[in-house]
């Protein structure tokens, strides 16, 4: 067995206090078998630290942070030692991630009620998260099975998703294939878990740091509790120029979850539902179809039972225009759906579609260009530009002062004409606010070097009245050789106007640039400095350094 190490080392200097202050390490190390006759293994890890400060604009560490986040992954394969190719194959696969934060305040994970805004609920020391480890073993019976057991990612139509269980997949002589799973979902506040992977619109995790003992604090921040889950999938097998696959998915709660923020009237305590409940069901389709010399068509929806809605449908073509150029449409209705025992389903939530058209081509082998251009509807219920204008009139202030201030503070109705307004159908009937998108890129190529352009635009459009705010700039990038493999030069220009009308005071434009040079004084090893500057009216003058050292060793 032949093993080749690798190492790299990355270091970043510290920048000055009152800005962001970064130090990154990464110094992944893998051992890789070219050749084995049995068992072959990988190793592979990698450590970066970092540390910063924020700080108040009277020079106080509002935050400070000393974090070290190491990740090690595993794989061994051909458990088995069989050669044959067409037998079952077995193997392992491990990774793992621990972010240590040196930083963190004993008042931060511990509660006291003394100094209460100091504390963050679900925050811990040294997290620790199993991003996947399972056994899985292919090509069974011919190539007729598959089994997959422990903690496993899926990424389909339904979204990324990881759970612990297992899974089992037969693929078919007549070009499909079916996958069925069981386990129970990741979830953050659980051991080795993470909530990256959750349904949305749930505050939940593990409540230490005297939390248990105490309800009434935090309610809102619910105990993390087993989510058994199960689903199915049918897909297409065998041709490659189409691909087809339908999913199901269906995950529970367990365990008690709060439903008030304040304890019930005579001492009852906090009300609580608990046993087994539906987080979220769900159902989608995908569909991609491919002609190497044409183009490509692709479309997709999904379905959340729960919601009874459509919470996602995509579609999109692209097609080739002679030899060097693409044409493409694409276009997404998107509804945000939440876990079910999440406030937000009692409110309203409406959909966006977005529409765009695309376009890239190379006119000469070493210019690049490509642009997009389309819109993003809103559906909202009542016209978001008059609707308080309107709630106000109809409560019959009698002075334009008053008016002025019922739009400036609100209103929270209940009783009256302005309560008839706002539970009026009339007045809550669906208006399409439209937004305007557009980008636009082009990178030049030369024999050492190369240059960037990008520029972007969103806006609302449709009046005064309809003004949803605008963010609208560009960067201008490059990258020369100045000697090939030991100098190098690299910079970024760039500038951004944001305007909101509901905040009209934080209207801003930016400036930015980067000087990055670069130096390889030996072999495998090469320093980078990056000088940041960037400086608007709000904020000033703002400066970064980061240094890296990458040090590679066969």
């Known amino acids: 067995m032949n093993v080749v190490p690798r190492q790299a080392a990355r270091v970043a200097t510290w920048a000055p206090k009152r800005w962001l202050v970064a130090l990154a390490v990464v110094a992944p190390n893998a051992l890789r078998p070219s050749v084995a006759h049995a068992v072959e293994a990988a190793v592979e890890g990698a450590v970066s630290a970092q540390g910063y400060d924020v700080v108040s604009p009277f020079g106080d560490v509002i935050l400070g942070r000393r974090r070290m986040t190491t990740t090690l992954g595993f794989a061994a394969y051909d458990l088995e030692g069989n050669q044959d190719p067409l037998a079952a194959d077995y193997s392992v696969h491990v990774r793992m991630r621990i972010d240590a934060d040196f930083g963190v305040d004993d008042a931060e994970a511990n509660y006291d009620a003394s100094n209460?805004?100091?504390?963050?609920?679900?925050?811990?020391?040294?997290?620790?998260?199993?991003?996947?480890?399972?056994?899985?073993?292919?090509?069974?019976?011919?190539?007729?099975?598959?089994?997959?057991?422990?903690?496993?990612?899926?990424?389909?139509?339904?979204?990324?998703?990881?759970?612990?269980?297992?899974?089992?997949?037969?693929?078919?002589?007549?070009f499909f294939a079916v996958e069925a799973f069981g386990g129970f979902e990741q979830r953050g506040g659980l051991p080795l878990s993470t909530p990256r992977y959750e349904a949305q619109g749930v505050w939940r995790g593990a409540r230490n740091g005297g939390l248990a003992d105490e309800p009434q604090v935090f309610p809102s921040f619910q105990e993390a509790s087993l989510a058994p889950a199960f689903g199915a999938a049918i897909?297409?097998?065998?041709?490659?120029?189409?691909?087809?696959?339908?999913?199901?998915?269906?995950?529970?709660?367990?365990?008690?979850?709060?439903?008030?923020?304040?304890?019930?009237?005579?001492?009852?305590?906090?009300?609580?539902?608990?046993?087994?409940?539906?987080?979220?069901?769900?159902?989608?389709?995908?569909?991609?179809?491919?002609?190497?010399?044409?183009?490509?068509?692709?479309?997709?929806?999904?379905?959340?039972?729960?919601?009874?809605?459509?919470?996602?449908?995509?579609?999109?073509?692209?097609?080739?225009?002679?030899?060097?150029t693409t044409v493409g449409l694409d276009g997404e209705f998107f509804l945000p759906t939440f876990d079910a025992d999440s406030i937000f389903n009692w409110f309203a939530h409406n959909p966006s579609i977005t529409a765009l058209a695309r376009v890239a081509t190379r006119?000469?082998?070493?210019?690049?260009?490509?642009?997009?251009?389309?819109?993003?509807?809103?559906?909202t219920d009542g016209s978001p530009a008059g609707f308080a204008a309107a709630e106000c009139t109809a409560a019959g202030f009698a002075t334009p002062e008053l008016e002025r201030a019922c739009l400036e503070y609100g209103l929270e109705p209940t009783t009256g004409p302005e309560a008839e307004f706002v539970r009026a159908s009339a007045s809550r009937?669906?208006?399409?606010?439209?937004?305007?998108?557009?980008?636009?890129?082009?990178?030049?190529?030369?024999?050492?070097?190369?240059?960037?352009?990008?520029?972007?635009?969103?806006?609302?459009?449709?009046?005064?009245?309809?003004?949803?705010?605008?963010?609208?700039?560009?960067?201008?990038?490059?990258?020369?050789?100045?000697?090939?493999?030991t100098l190098a030069l690299?910079?970024?220009?760039?500038?951004?106007?944001?305007?909101?009308?509901?905040?009209p005071d934080r209207d801003a434009t930016s400036f930015g640039y980067v000087v990055?040079?670069?130096?390889?004084?030996?072999?495998?090893?090469?320093?980078?400095?990056?000088?940041?500057?960037?400086?608007?009216?709000?904020?000033?003058?703002?400066?970064?350094?980061?240094?890296?050292?990458?040090?590679?060793?066969?």
């Open 490 to 503: 690299g910079g970024r220009v760039s500038t951004y106007e944001w305007h909101n009308p509901l905040r």
């Open 235 to 324: 897909e297409s097998s065998g041709p490659n120029w189409v691909h087809g696959r339908f999913d199901y998915r269906r995950v529970y709660n367990s365990g008690g979850a709060f439903t008030s923020q304040f304890p019930a009237p005579g001492g009852g305590g906090l009300e609580e539902v608990s046993g087994l409940r539906i987080s979220h069901e769900r159902l989608g389709y995908a569909l991609t179809a491919f002609l190497s010399d044409v183009g490509s068509a692709r479309g997709g929806f999904v379905y959340d039972v729960y919601a009874a809605a459509l919470s996602r449908a995509y579609g999109g073509l692209e097609a080739r225009v002679g030899e060097s």
């Open 116 to 174: 209460r805004s100091r504390f963050v609920p679900g925050l811990a020391y040294s997290p620790i998260d199993l991003m996947h480890g399972y056994v899985e073993a292919r090509n069974i019976a011919r190539g007729l099975f598959g089994v997959r057991v422990g903690r496993q990612m899926t990424t389909n139509v339904l979204g990324w998703w990881t759970f612990d269980g297992g899974l089992v997949r037969l693929t078919t002589p007549y």
């Open 363 to 379: 006119p000469t082998p070493r210019l690049e260009l490509s642009g997009q251009a389309g819109t993003r509807l809103w559906l």
């Open 516 to 554: 990055a040079p670069e130096v390889a004084p030996v072999e495998r090893t090469k320093v980078r400095i990056e000088w940041e500057h960037d400086m608007n009216r709000l904020v000033g003058h703002r400066f970064r350094v980061v240094g890296t050292l990458t040090v590679e060793v066969p």
């Open 429 to 485: 009937g669906t208006v399409i606010a439209p937004d305007l998108l557009a980008s636009f890129g082009a990178t030049h190529r030369w024999g050492t070097g190369r240059a960037t352009a990008r520029a972007n635009l969103e806006t609302g459009f449709g009046g005064t009245d309809s003004d949803r705010g605008r963010r609208v700039g560009g960067t201008l990038s490059a990258h020369q050789d100045i000697v090939p493999g």
